[in-house]
């Protein structure tokens, strides 16, 4: 993994996404994905200006829904898909609400002097528990895409050529791809649909915040440890696309989760090592330099002993 | 009497001044634990504390601090509560109902203000208070023509910050809109949750009636003012996902009993209920002794009872455990599960007021309307 990819904060109150694009030498123009923002996507006046006239949106949700518009078949084929995908998740919720609430029971426990050695044991044990629900679900998950993929194929299918070739043609004269927060399942699904990374290529970095971030990851796992409703039980939800690895990235991480409460700290941690869980708040920033993860000043990881430390430390 | 309630007592008795500094490090009334004291300086020949607390003494009585204008009150209140007063102070055969002019919890509704005491464990939320960051929301006022009452209804209609034309919203139409913008600080409470995206960006139609207690009371002229007038015309007007899964009826008190026999007459028209401290007083034998204006809301419950049918399919359902209704709405519980129904219920520690209502907003809401909060990281 040589490519550059910098992770940073929300950006909506305090963008910082100007600097970062100085830190990296780019000069030139800036492709831009806000597609996460769904029918708002074009609506990026502010992040144009604050980056001084210079992006290209590359219109990722627009021309999915052309593509929609056009080929009724594909429609078809990825209704199915999200039906699927509705039902999966379903019975891995159900799964995972028991599941965590034994690895969060015996986290909390306290075992007396001389049974420390079963309580750990068995705090191991529905910790594996909690990873083999996630991997079983995440193996379906792909499953799913898989059966998608091998019905729909989108590489050959005329509407999805043309949109990638359009997309070719304009990144090619830009220097930079940035790719901002919203809906994280439309903003994955949109740009696997388009292969967006491999039109992108390996060769230029990569900018991304919130669920942009959590949509290039390995793994997207969404999360809120205080809803309105239910437990908040984090969920492993899909495969991500993969354009790094090792960095597990929680946007917002302070106003979503309990981030002093030690049991629910330790378990996220434990939960996905050996991804490191970082948290991606404002003015926060983690870069893959090629070699290794440097983060900025202020932006921490979560622990397995349920703390909170800096990400470079 | 418990130790705040002695030591009270033992700084009144050392004198004005010694009592004044006392109370100066003290918010009044004074919470310790699930004991509060009530405090009253001045002359009188008695002082009351007047509440809601249905079950509770109403007037229960102040003692005086011998030698002193002190007048004391303690007694117990459960964990979590919020609870509305007034003080009646007597003073040569004149009675004055007053806000607790020590107390700087007061809540407002359509009739004045009351005192409130914060019982332990009780913090009035966050969501309720304007948001920095929540983008706002914009109210905009119509006036349609209903053949259904036979003259002009105005309604307000809440848009969510960045609507859109082209995208379709869920539509909420609430009772009493009016109130729950001023008393339970609706529009924030709703720029909040869908900033915290809690609830989805939706449509919410404030409605008022010139005369609630009629109109309310299971009118025929009401539901069809809502289902064949209103409703049409504001899927008329703005973008609404047009199915019943994504329409709701809220209201609180004779609100809550609009709206279910709303939905009662027009069964599967609204998807989703929310009914707050309802007014569904029955009678399993005999009269009702609530006046007359219940005759026809006991003659409603009284026959929904009979035959509740499944008017919706979900339903959340709240009531004050302080209130007389809570009787009527534990009762219904069972019968509304037992319809098909998917209901949620829920009980706190507090009155039939505003604020209780606006507290479970958060709750209702967004068990009947889920927010993307797990999808969306802006």
């Given at each position: 993994m040589s490519q550059r990819i910098v992770l940073i904060g929300p950006?909506?109150?305090?963008?910082?996404l100007n600097q970062v694009v100085d830190s990296l030498g780019v000069t030139g123009r800036v492709a831009a994905v806000t597609a996460g923002w769904e029918e708002r996507e074009g609506e990026d006046r502010e992040l144009s200006e604050h980056l001084g006239g210079r992006t290209a949106n590359l219109d990722v949700w627009a021309r999915v829904e052309d593509i929609m518009s056009s080929d009724s078949e594909l429609v078809g084929l990825m209704r199915h898909r999200a039906d699927r995908l509705r039902a999966a998740h379903e019975f891995y919720r159900l799964r995972l609400a028991h599941a965590l609430d034994a690895a969060r029971e015996l986290l909390k426990r306290q075992a007396d002097p001389g049974y420390e050695d079963l309580l750990q044991a068995e705090q191991e044990g529905a910790l594996r528990t909690v990873r083999a629900v996630d991997a079983g679900h995440l193996d379906r998950v792909r499953d799913i895409h898989a059966e998608f993929g091998a019905a729909?194929?989108?590489?050959?299918r005329s509407a999805v050529i043309k949109h990638r070739q359009e997309l070719q043609r304009v990144t090619r004269e830009c220097e930079l791809l940035c790719v901002a927060g919203g809906h994280v399942i439309v903003l994955l699904h949109r740009l696997a649909l388009l292969d967006v990374l491999t039109v992108w290529g390996t060769s230029k970095p990569i900018v991304a915040w919130s669920a942009g971030a959590m949509a290039l990851a390995e793994r997207v796992v969404l999360f809120h440890d205080s809803p309105p409703q239910g437990q908040g039980n984090a969920e492993l939800y899909e495969p991500g696309l993969a354009a790094y690895e090792g960095v597990l990235p929680l946007p917002h991480a302070r106003k979503r989760?309990?981030?002093?409460d030690a049991v629910r700290v330790q378990l996220m941690a434990r939960r996905f090592a050996p991804d490191r869980c970082v948290t991606l708040d404002a003015l926060t920033r983690v870069e893959w330099d090629g070699t290794r993860w440097l983060g900025a000043a202020g932006t921490q990881q979560l622990t397995p002993q349920g703390h909170l430390t800096e990400v470079s430390a | 009497m418990n130790t705040l309630a002695q030591e009270a007592e033992y700084q009144a008795r050392r004198g004005p001044q010694a009592f004044d500094a006392w109370l100066a490090e003290r918010s009044v009334p004074i919470v310790d634990g699930r004991s509060v004291t009530f405090v009253w300086r001045g002359e009188a020949d008695e002082v009351l504390l007047r509440h809601w607390i249905h079950g509770l003494v109403g007037g229960l009585p102040f003692h005086r601090v011998h030698g002193t204008q002190v007048w004391l009150l303690s007694i117990d209140v459960p964990e979590g509560s919020r609870v509305e007063y007034k003080l009646e102070v007597a003073r040569w055969g004149e009675r004055r109902l007053l806000a607790d002019p020590l107390n700087q919890h007061a809540a407002a509704d359509p009739y004045g203000a009351n005192s409130v005491v914060h019982g332990h464990g009780y913090t009035p939320p966050e969501w309720i208070l304007p948001d920095s960051e929540a983008r706002a929301g914009e109210l905009r006022t119509h006036h349609l023509h209903s053949q259904a009452f036979g003259g002009e209804r105005r309604v307000q209609v809440y848009l969510p910050a960045r609507f859109r034309t082209t995208r379709r919203y869920p539509l909420l139409v609430v009772h009493d809109g009016e109130e729950y913008l001023r008393f339970a600080a609706f529009k924030t409470v709703l720029d909040n949750l869908i900033h915290r995206l809690e609830i989805p960006s939706m449509v919410v139609a404030l409605t008022q009636s010139p005369n609630r207690l009629e109109e309310y009371a299971d009118d025929p002229r009401h539901a069809r003012y809502l289902v064949e007038e209103l409703v049409p015309e504001l899927e008329r007007l703005y973008p609404l996902v047009q199915k019943p899964s994504a329409r709701g009826l809220m209201g609180a008190s004779f609100g809550a009993v609009a709206s279910l026999s709303t939905a009662w007459r027009h069964p599967g028209y609204f998807g989703n209920l929310l009914l707050q401290s309802g007014s569904f007083v029955f009678t399993d034998i005999g009269n009702h002794d609530r006046g007359p204006l219940f005759d026809p809301v006991v003659k409603f419950v009284n026959s929904f009872r009979k035959h509740p049918g499944r008017p919706t399919e979900h339903l959340y359902m709240s009531c004050g455990v302080y209130e007389s209704l809570i009787y009527y709405n534990r009762s219904l519980v069972p019968l509304l599960q037992k319809s098909g129904m998917t209901v949620k219920f829920s009980e706190s520690h507090?009155?039939?007021?505003w604020e209780n209502w606006r507290d479970r907003l958060r709750e209702g809401l967004s068990w009947l309307y889920p927010g993307p909060l797990f999808m969306v990281y802006e």
């Open positions: 950006q909506r109150l305090q963008p910082t729909a194929q989108p590489a050959r989760l309990r981030l002093h | 507090d009155g039939h007021n």
